[in-house]
């Protein structure tokens, strides 16, 4: 009776196996394609964008820093992007622009128009890990992290915020800023709705939140956003203004003498 | 007298009394189960004072750790081969995952960043990316460390024999665990390297709790020394369970209370047993005199009464002064001090309490045989010691004159030592100078900036202060002078890194290794280090609003005169330079270091003289006579003082252990001379005897209570100077030397000053024709 029960579990064992585990391939599958068109949603909509951005960097004190930028972004073939940003804020860096190649696989490239030494410099600076201008976002947060970098799994679907939303776990195949990623995002329009990061103990230490969406031309856009750094209490918060999708921007607005000299209908 | 009485009771009643003490100490034992422990020193200041506050303070505008632990990485042939550099990634790697440490802020070759100029660019990279593979890649990643004056000394030691990891902890982390696991970790890694760990959480925890397994072992050890020598003095166990019971009873009372009151057993309150144990030695007293009686009355109950009428006082008078002396420890302001005084004042109550009941009670219960076999070695005209300090007391009697000068002699010498004496403190020291930690600290020091960090907060009238050139030279001009101390290592503050950004933009050229003179120069510069490198980087040492600057400083010592020095120099250049509105103040480790040991040390000099005050006070209220109050604490203080020279000669610190202990010994020592002052008194009042032959009985007899007492007491602390903390050894030695050194002070002095000034201190109609 007990062999028969013994055996009869082993059975059922070998049986779930065989059915999970192309199951558990189709979560991978899966979660890489939503990751997919999460990043298209995100990071690429339209062929090009302009906001004005405002952020403020919150330390645990409270006490506030802000950055008042305007943004462009044109997409290139291959997924590579182009950015331009020129600072309003603070105002004694008025005039300081910033230009980021963005590749995928490798890291940016970037340059920085110095205004008040007349300089353009080259940097060259670690994408994972190296903050976006001192906030609680690193560039890869700010223009997205090579899919083949992470291996992404569909753990479940739940709602986030009243949204159906996938919910997506991605983990390095490298040694990298975090250990692990849960990502949840819009089953309708493929935007992370929350994101969390856990570090090298496996602690959660970042937390994303996509605060307001707006559709602006028909792309859904995050235009409120929060980056909260559980461990050091430093917190940033972003609000996308003046969002404008396919304006045309030319190609040679991403130089080194439009760094110097930005064309003033741009910066606008 | 109620005294009286209840010596009677106790005699008449004794197994109830046995019943009674029995019961309370059960009631006072189950407490025991109930103990939380803390080994923290730094809680030796409330979290309310000042250098607390501020420095937690500090802590939140820059974002800063309390504690920081360095594990230095060595090599000999130096670090720049692959094997050394794959180890301290793996390193890194494992201590990322470690429990209690602030993971995001450890700083090492793979976590930091290098800001550096190479073909034109400006390169804000990790240091070490990846493991150089070739001859060529080795040399470019060693001439990136020492391109950048940043790391020098920090990250990296000039010889290039020395690297560090420098691991911060979470809030509540234990040094000592973090430490232990890290000794774990390094241990398995093996290799050409050494480590070393160091740093102010690593001595402050360690020293924490080695204090609490060295009472563990050397209270229990303690109390054996005493069994054998208290069966040496009497030769019979009951009359030694007697007395070692009534330390127990005690020890169990006060602890016991202490830990009902949800007080934590703290370093300084897990000395209390020691302390009873050897206080409870007084007892002797009665017991020394017992036997002579017994001798004399051949009967149990009138001996024990008699016993108590003439020791009753002395007893009574000595446990008031103790008790007193360590009350006064209440007064100070360091709440740890503050519970370990007033919880050996209860016991020394307690102590008090059994001598009037328990021992009564026990001593009447015992059989009359023992009894007389204790007692009849206690012949004073037989017994050797009796003999021997008879003839001391004739030779200091007779030789009265010559010993006063000798005595005035070796008080002048006593002071001229005592004036030497150098205050100053270092944690790391306490440990021994073979211990890990001491040379962990020895090597880091010599080959790194120093593992000792205090900081010097600048601030500024207004938002922005800092992005204006002369604020930003002035913060580099008060590093370059405070740097000129040999005991300073290395500074850091913003204006390196303003200096750093502005060389390497400029094709990192030396001759722009310097502060712009413009405003917006400097705002912009700092924008782009914010916008490239880690934002704690920053933040570490300018505040938010930019009115803030942090200089780093470290020392090469945890002298506490070494953070003194820098605030001097700090001081005097504000003062040489004023600049409107701007204030320097510091902070830090090495800060709070020094404010705690100076707060113990200064604390305990005031309860020392408000002790002394005190116990002259009971004194004069005991004899009920001003004069016979100064005679007697004279030969204490003499005895403290011959202590104090002789540290002052040998050039040791007087720290703030001596600090504790100088005031610790004088509620315990005053006990001698109380006990031959009231002795003399009474036996010169009531027999026809002369003068001189008053003070040889009294040398001879309560003065072998006190040598037995004092020998007690020394032998209760002696083991103290085998552990392997040094502030024990100190405060083993020191009290052994005060306690015997004051028993003989009492038996030499007491007599000479009273053969030389009869009148000063006699009635009248006492004084002999």
Redesign the interface.
């Known amino acids: 009776m007990t062999k028969h029960f013994i055996k009869g579990t082993i059975f059922l064992i070998l049986i779930s196996f065989l059915a999970v585990n192309p199951l558990l391939a189709a979560t991978k599958s899966e979660g890489q394609g939503i990751i997919k068109k999460s990043q298209q949603a995100f990071y690429y909509a339209g062929k090009d964008f302009k906001a004005r951005v405002f952020m403020k960097l919150i330390?645990?004190?409270g006490?506030?820093?802000i950055r008042d930028l305007v943004m462009l972004r044109k997409n290139e073939p291959n997924e590579e992007q182009r950015y331009f940003i020129y600072f309003y804020e603070?105002a004694?860096?008025r005039n300081?622009t910033?230009m980021v190649f963005k590749y995928p696989n490798k890291d940016s490239s970037r340059w920085?128009f110095?205004?008040?030494?007349n300089?353009v410099?080259?940097?060259?600076?670690?994408d994972k890990?190296?903050?976006?201008?001192?906030s609680?976002f690193t560039y890869e947060d700010i223009s997205g992290r090579d899919i083949i970098f992470d291996t992404h799994t569909l753990l479940r679907e739940e709602a986030q915020g009243g949204k159906a939303c996938y919910v997506v776990e991605s983990i390095p195949k490298e040694?990298s800023e975090y250990t692990k990623k849960i990502s949840w995002i819009d089953k309708t329009n493929f935007l992370p709705l929350k994101e969390e990061y856990y570090?090298?103990?496996g602690e959660l230490?970042k937390v994303f939140t996509a605060d307001e969406i707006k559709t602006v031309q028909g792309f859904p856009t995050v235009t409120r956003r929060t980056m909260k750094?559980l461990?050091?209490g430093?917190r940033t918060e972003v609000t996308f203004k003046e969002v404008n999708y396919n304006l045309g921007i030319e190609e040679d607005l991403f130089s080194e003498r439009n760094l110097k000299n930005p064309p003033q209908r741009w910066i606008k | 007298m109620i005294q009286n009485k209840l010596v009677e009771f106790s005699v008449n009643h004794p197994r109830l009394i046995i019943f009674i003490t029995l019961l309370l100490s059960l009631l006072f034992g189950l407490q025991f189960p109930k103990a939380t422990i803390d080994t923290d020193p730094k809680h030796m200041l409330p979290a309310t004072s000042p250098v607390r506050v501020y420095n937690d303070q500090v802590e939140k505008w820059f974002g800063l750790y309390p504690d920081t632990i360095v594990l230095g990485i060595y090599n000999k042939d130096g670090i720049f081969n692959k094997d050394t550099l794959e180890n301290i990634t793996k390193l890194t790697g494992e201590i990322l995952k470690m429990k209690g440490v602030a993971v995001r802020d450890v700083t090492s070759f793979t976590t930091a960043d290098n800001v550096f100029a190479q073909n034109n660019d400006l390169q804000v990279l990790p240091l070490l990316q990846k493991i150089p593979q070739t001859q060529e890649e080795m040399e470019v990643f060693k001439s990136s460390l020492y391109n950048n004056p940043l790391l020098v000394d920090r990250l990296i030691s000039k010889d290039g024999t020395t690297t560090a990891i420098y691991v911060p902890l979470e809030e509540g982390a234990n040094g000592k665990v973090i430490a232990d696991q890290l000794k774990k970790l390094v241990r398995k890694s093996g290799g050409a390297e050494e480590y070393y760990i160091a740093g102010d959480p690593v001595a402050r925890d360690t020293f924490g709790a080695q204090m609490f397994t060295q009472m563990a072992v050397f209270s229990p050890l303690a109390g054996m020394l005493m069994f054998i020598a208290l069966f040496i003095m009497f030769r019979n166990f009951n009359m030694v369970i007697l007395n070692m019971s009534i330390a127990m009873i005690s020890i169990i009372w006060s602890m016991g209370l202490l830990i009902g009151l949800k007080f934590p057993v703290h370093i300084m309150s897990s000395m209390i047993p020691v302390f009873l144990m050897s206080i409870s030695t007084d007892s002797i007293h009665i017991f020394n005199e017992f036997c002579f009686r017994f001798r004399e009355l051949k009967e149990k109950k009138p001996a024990i009464i008699d016993t108590m009428k003439v020791v009753g006082a002395p007893v009574s008078a000595t446990a008031m002064a103790t008790a007193a002396g360590f009350a006064c420890l209440a007064f100070g302001h360091i709440i740890p001090v503050k519970v370990f005084g007033i919880f050996i004042a209860f016991g020394t109550l307690v102590i008090r309490l059994m001598s009037f009941t328990l021992i009564p009670a026990v001593l009447s219960m015992m059989k009359d045989k023992t009894l007389l076999k204790i007692s009849q070695k206690e012949d004073i005209k037989e017994n050797p010691t009796s003999r021997f300090l008879r003839k001391l007391g004739e030779l200091s009697v007779k030789n009265a004159g010559l010993i006063l000068v000798a005595g005035l002699v070796l008080l002048t010498l006593a002071i001229i030592g005592t004036a030497k004496i150098r205050i100053n403190n270092n944690m790391v020291s306490w440990f021994k100078e073979k211990s890990e930690i001491r040379k962990a600290d020895a090597i880091l020091n010599s080959q790194l900036g120093g593992t000792s960090l205090g900081y010097l907060i600048v601030s500024g009238p207004g938002e922005d202060f800092f992005k204006k050139p002369g604020a930003m030279k002035y913060l580099e001009s008060l590093q370059r002078e405070v740097e000129k101390s040999p005991l300073v290592g290395k500074t850091t503050s913003v204006a390196d890194y303003v200096k750093r950004i502005n060389r390497v933009l400029h094709k990192d050229s030396p001759e722009y290794e310097t502060i712009p003179d413009s405003g917006t120069v400097i705002s912009q510069y700092l924008f782009l280090f914010g916008m490239s490198a880690k934002q704690s980087v920053l933040n570490n040492v300018i505040d938010y609003p930019f009115q803030k600057a942090n200089i780093w400083v470290q020392l090469k010592t945890w002298d506490a005169s070494a953070m003194r020095e820098v605030i001097n120099i700090a001081k005097n250049y504000t003062l040489r330079h004023p600049m409107p509105e701007l204030e320097v103040k510091p902070a830090g480790i090495a800060y709070f270091n020094m404010v705690w040991n100076d707060e113990v040390l200064y604390d305990m000099i005031r309860t020392f003289i408000f002790a002394t005050i005190l116990v002259l006070f009971i004194l004069i209220l005991e004899f009920k006579s001003f004069r016979w109050g100064i005679i007697s604490i004279i030969p204490l203080i003499f005895a403290i003082l011959l202590v104090y020279g002789f540290i002052g000669f040998t050039g040791k610190d007087f720290d703030m252990p001596i600090s504790v202990l100088s005031t610790l010994t004088l509620g315990m020592a005053i006990d001698f001379a109380i006990h031959f002052a009231s002795r003399f008194k009474r036996r010169y009042m009531e027999t026809q005897e002369p003068l001189e032959e008053t003070l040889y009985w009294t040398v001879s007899r309560p003065g072998r209570g006190i040598i037995r007492n004092a020998v007690l007491f020394a032998l209760g602390f002696s083991v103290m100077a085998f552990a392997s903390l040094t502030p024990y050894i100190t405060v083993g030695l020191f009290i052994m030397s005060t306690m015997l050194l004051s028993a003989i002070t009492t038996l030499v002095f007491l007599p000479v000053l009273i053969k030389l000034f009869p009148k000063f201190l006699l009635f009248k109609k006492e004084v002999p024709k």
């Open positions: 330390n645990p004190q006490q506030q820093r603070p004694d860096v300081t910033f920085l110095i205004p008040s030494i300089m410099k080259r940097i060259a600076a670690n890990r190296s903050s976006f201008i001192g609680d040694e570090d090298s103990r230490y750094n461990k050091s430093h």
